[in-house]
């Protein structure tokens, strides 16, 4: 039997069904025998299907996930992500007007007045290091 | 929002800034629930456990984008499906067919209830090896709508926020699933 409320009788176990939709249904139940079998089908399917027994998770799982989340990266919060970068922008354009003694052209050994540069002194010539010098100075090799 | 809702927003919160511990509690409460719908999708307990701890990682990851609006197990359940229907499409894998030979009790240990014969133990586990195969011959979409329904109780309403479509499809999905699933376990019923 091809009875249209049949179309309506998931929703409805599933109470989901609008409330004049839910009315308009019981009504039907009451002089079909067959949506009225369809319901107790599916009611019995459901308690079918929920009745396999669950999995028992593995005893270490919790553990092991959250040895693996130690593992990553912190998320940044959003300070970090955000205030850092502008922060130490406005540091070294500080120095550049302030102090630009350490970036004269008079080439390289300036830099030793500068604590955080000094490092950088016995960079080899060609060397990354040597460019970046070079290129803050504004000069060339 | 209700309680529960606040406390997981509050345990996000801590997610959010890195803490492991409110991770571990996450993880806690929401790891067997996870790993059984991803294991009733997949078919499979061991890569299920594998795509739950992957799921779980990307909750660590993304505590900051969660918005408390929505329950977190709405948000949970939306990056697992992704991550199911996404698996089975990367790697090509057809979800396994189960047949009734392959389930061994070492491959799913379960707390079943003790049965009351060896023959009553024997129908029970015919009878799941059954329900778990019919799910498994389910079109993708009609048997995740279907276990989000019938374990999780997931409203049509969140599944349709899990799934990403009308709570009208949601409806359709379980419907066909229902009658589908009525034709292979005919004989149960």
């Not at chain 1, 205030?83 to 354009?93: E, G």
């Not at chain 2, 019938?150 to 799934?163: D, G, K, L, P």
Request: charged fraction near 25%; hydrophobic fraction near 40%; include cysteine.
């Amino acid at each position: 039997m091809n009875c249209a409320y049949r179309n309506f009788i998931s929703a409805f176990i599933d109470n989901e069904l609008p409330r004049d939709q839910r009315a308009s249904l019981e009504a039907h139940l009451k002089t079909c025998p067959s949506c009225v079998r369809e319901v107790e089908m599916l009611r019995q399917l459901g308690g079918l299907v929920g009745s396999i027994p669950e999995v028992t998770p593995s005893p270490a799982f919790v553990q092991a996930t959250v040895s693996k989340a130690t593992s990553l990266p912190r998320p940044a919060h959003w300070s970090e992500r955000f205030l850092d970068p502008v922060l130490s922008f406005i540091r070294n354009a500080a120095v550049f007007v302030f102090a630009p003694e350490g970036f004269g052209a008079n080439g390289r050994k300036n830099l030793s007045s500068r604590g955080y540069l000094r490092d950088f002194d016995d960079s080899p010539p060609g060397s990354f290091a040597d460019v970046y010098l070079t290129v803050i100075q504004g000069g060339s090799n | 929002m209700t309680r529960m809702n606040e406390i997981e927003a509050h345990i996000m919160a801590d997610v959010a800034r890195g803490d492991l511990t409110a991770f571990q509690t996450i993880v806690e409460l929401h790891h067997k629930p996870l790993i059984n719908f991803i294991a009733r999708y997949t078919g499979d307990r061991d890569s299920a456990e594998d795509i739950a701890q992957e799921v779980f990682l990307r909750v660590f990851r993304a505590a900051k984008d969660y918005q408390p609006q929505a329950k977190f197990r709405t948000w949970l359940f939306t990056i697992a499906t992704n991550l199911c229907l996404n698996e089975l499409r990367d790697n090509k894998n057809r979800p396994r067919l189960v047949e009734l030979s392959d389930l061994q009790e070492q491959e799913y240990p379960i707390a079943a209830p003790a049965a009351s014969s060896p023959q009553k133990a024997a129908q029970d586990a015919e009878l799941s090896a059954g329900v778990r195969k019919a799910i498994q011959n389910l079109p993708e979409k009609q048997r995740i709508a279907i276990l989000l329904r019938q374990y999780h109780e997931f409203s049509y309403e969140e599944i349709s926020r899990i799934m990403g479509i009308s709570t009208s499809a949601v409806e359709s999905l379980i419907q066909r699933a229902r009658q589908n699933l009525k034709k292979s376990l005919i004989s149960y019923l």
